[in-house]
């Protein structure tokens, strides 16, 4: 058996984390160095305080954790994810597992574990997981087929996902298809077939597009299938996915002999939008060569229009837009990259639309570029996404705003004043700030109600917008206390705006319902310092109001000057 020296010289060296307890008291019996390096606290500090631990974890997370204590001791081992902060403030992610060892009498003796920091992992995890849930709400919204397949170390192949369009089209539930590799889902030929495309990709590292037939559960089909690698980091494939169109109506058209493009014009006319080859000659002249009908719903422009010339569909783009799409399908065509793009369309029937544009060149002999694709009317996802941004303005909105007054909030008002002190040491200048509150609001609110109370502080800041310049930045800081910050106004320009305003308000009749409230406000004017912070700078007008106030309220006072009224 080796020596007990063994285990303790192999605790002291390991980089994890690892902690021993004892029962019932929970004092620290053991914490290796390791703890020092990762909690950012020395050894000692765990040992003089035994709720150090909990104290240091994330308070988001601290619930959990201690809740976890007594999963641990039901149950006799836990595993568990949370964040601790160090000393200055780093917020580190830690993987910690723990076991709990009974007596010879089945009684509690110690808790023990080993923790590791996973913060690398955690923050990638987070950032695949909103990539994920991104891309699965526009894999299950997708009209065409779709299937994901991981590609394993050695070489095997295993389907993860179907959409639902493809559960639809094919007959294979995502219970089916889960888990399984192509050799267990279709015959030996097929699947040999399958694989060799698979690997293909793979190796190639690009998309790369194939025909085939597959016999599966909603009958036997023929698809066309474009595959597309996802790499890692380290740039090894670990994923494909495969977008696949049915094209049995073709395939069938052709295997009688019909004309190849009256079958593909039957398969446009089943999408939402239109397919098209299109081709741009090296003079800049570009024509379609093919649109499916679907074109008149997109353009407003019949196959035979588009097939003379590009404009009828480039008059049609957005004025703000054209230049951007004209731009891409260039980028496209001098480096031979797929062309993907979603502008807007002011349709001849006089309604607009959103569209999205997803082709794959190749170039010609003569140098002509000829490209294969499809375009589609996506204006209600558009209309979904500017919702969604318009909202978020909303909430970023109320985040800067008194919702009561419309005026800036305190947050708010603070950022500017930050920036003009900036502004002034880095160039100089003048500026003021002016506080002011309601003379006897409290009294008011007692005498005619809050509501009236509230009329009366959204008419202090009607007035301001009144009367106070377009530069000028009115605040409300709490309650019935609001400030004026003055850009580019030395102290006398101070003083007179503030007596304007002060005079403004004592002409105010606020109406009370069934009686007029008349308000006045007391005001304190300070010249802003280069050297001044918003604190300080407050405190300084904070002081002039409270002397306004303490002279008989209703007047204005500065630093330099007698208060006036």
Not at 157 to 163: G, I, L
Not at 169 to 175: D, K, W
């Given at each position: ?5 063994f ?6 060296r390991v980089?994890?984390v ?9 004092q620290?019996e053991?914490?290796n160095p390791?703890a020092a390096?990762?909690l950012?606290?020395?050894v000692?500090?765990f040992?003089e305080d035994p709720d150090l631990?909990l104290?240091i974890v994330h308070?988001d997370d601290r619930?959990?954790v ?7 001791l ?8 949370y964040?601790i902060?160090?000393p200055?403030?780093e917020?580190?992610?830690m993987y910690?597992?723990?076991?709990l060892?009974r007596?010879?009498?089945g ?6 574990g080993?923790a590791?920091?996973?913060?690398s ?5 987070q ?5 994920l849930?991104l891309?699965r709400?526009?894999?299950e ?5 779709i299937?994901v ?5 050695d070489?095997t ?9 493809h559960?639809q ?7 089916m298809i889960?888990?399984?590799t192509p ?9 040999a077939?399958?694989k060799?495309h698979y690997r293909?990709c793979v ?6 597009q194939?025909?085939e037939?597959l016999?599966?559960?909603?009958g036997?089909?023929?698809w066309?299938?474009?595959l597309v690698?996802v ?11 495969g977008?696949a169109?049915d094209?049995t109506p073709?395939k069938?058209?052709?295997r009688q002999?019909?004309?190849a ?10 999408l939402?939008g239109f397919i098209y ?5 090296p ?7 093919y649109a ?6 997109i353009y407003?422009?019949t196959?035979?229009?588009l097939?003379r ?11 703000d837009d054209?230049?951007?799409v ?8 001098a480096t ?6 979603e502008y807007?369309v002011?349709?001849p ?10 082709a794959t060149?190749?170039?010609?002999e003569?140098?002509?570029?000829l490209?294969h694709g499809?375009i ?12 969604l941004?318009a909202?978020?303005a909303?909430?970023r909105r109320?985040a ?5 007054t419309?005026?800036p909030?305190r947050r ?11 502004r002034?040491?880095?160039h100089?200048g003048?500026a003021?700030?002016?506080m ?15 509501a009236?109370?509230d ?8 007035v301001?917008?009144q009367?106070?310049?377009g ?9 019935e ?5 003055m850009p580019?106004?030395?102290y006398?320009?101070a003083l007179a ?11 105010l009749?606020?109406d009370?319902g069934?009686r007029?409230v008349?308000v006045?406000v007391?005001?304190g ?10 604190d300080s700078?407050?405190?300084?007008a904070?002081r002039?109001?409270y002397?306004a106030?303490?002279?008989g ?10 208060a006036s009224e």
């Open positions: 058996m080796l020596p007990e020296i285990f303790s010289s192999l605790l002291e980089d994890d690892v902690w021993a307890v004892g029962c019932p008291d929970l620290l053991y914490l390791a390096v990762i950012g606290r020395p000692r500090a040992e631990w104290t308070p619930e959990a201690a809740a976890s204590h007594d999963h641990l039901q149950e006799g081992e836990v595993e568990r994810r964040r902060l160090r200055g403030g917020t580190v992610w910690d597992r723990a076991w060892m007596d010879s009498d009684q509690p003796l110690r808790l023990f080993i590791r920091e996973v913060t992992e955690m923050l990638e995890r950032r695949l997981n909103s990539t849930q891309h709400r526009f894999l919204s997708a009209l065409d087929p299937f397949v991981k590609v394993e170390s070489d192949f295993v389907f993860r996902y179907n959409n639902p369009a559960r089209q094919t007959g294979i539930s995502l219970e889960r888990h399984q050799d267990a889902l279709l015959d030996k030929a097929q699947a077939a399958v060799a293909e190796q190639l590292k690009r998309p790369i194939y025909e037939r016999a599966l559960p909603a036997e089909r023929d066309q299938t474009q690698p790499e890692d980091s380290a740039g090894r494939v670990v994923e494909l996915v977008v169109r094209i073709l069938q058209a052709e002999s019909r004309d493009f009256e079958a593909l014009d039957q398969l446009g006319q089943q939402p080859q299109y081709l741009l000659s003079s800049g002249e570009g024509r379609f060569l499916s009908r679907r074109s008149i719903a407003g422009a196959p035979d229009e097939a010339s590009d404009t009828a569909a480039f008059n049609v783009i957005h004025p054209r230049e951007s004209r731009a891409a399908v260039e980028v496209s065509a031979l990259s797929h062309w993907h793009c807007r002011r349709h029937r006089g309604h607009e639309l959103w569209a999205e544009g997803l060149p190749e170039r010609l003569g140098g002509s570029v490209w499809y589609a009317d996506v204006s209600e996802r558009k209309r979904l996404q500017l919702e941004e909202s978020e909303r909430f109320l800067t705003v008194d919702m009561l419309g005026a909030n708010c008002f603070i950022d500017c004043l930050e920036g003009e002190l900036a002034m040491k880095r100089g003048k003021c700030l002016v002011f509150d309601a003379d006897h609001f409290k009294r008011i609110n007692d005498t005619f109600g809050h009236a109370g009329q009366v502080l959204k008419a202090l800041v009607y301001g917008e009367w106070l310049r530069s000028d930045v009115l605040g409300r800081l709490g309650g206390e609001f400030a004026i910050l580019e106004t030395d006398q320009g705006l503030s007596e304007r305003f002060r005079r403004a308000v004592a002409d009749l606020v009370a069934e007029v008349q006045t007391s005001l004017v300070v010249a802003l310092r280069a050297q001044d912070s918003p700078a407050l405190e300084r904070d002039m109001l002397r106030k303490a002279l309220r209703n007047r204005t006072c500065g630093e330099r000057d007698r």
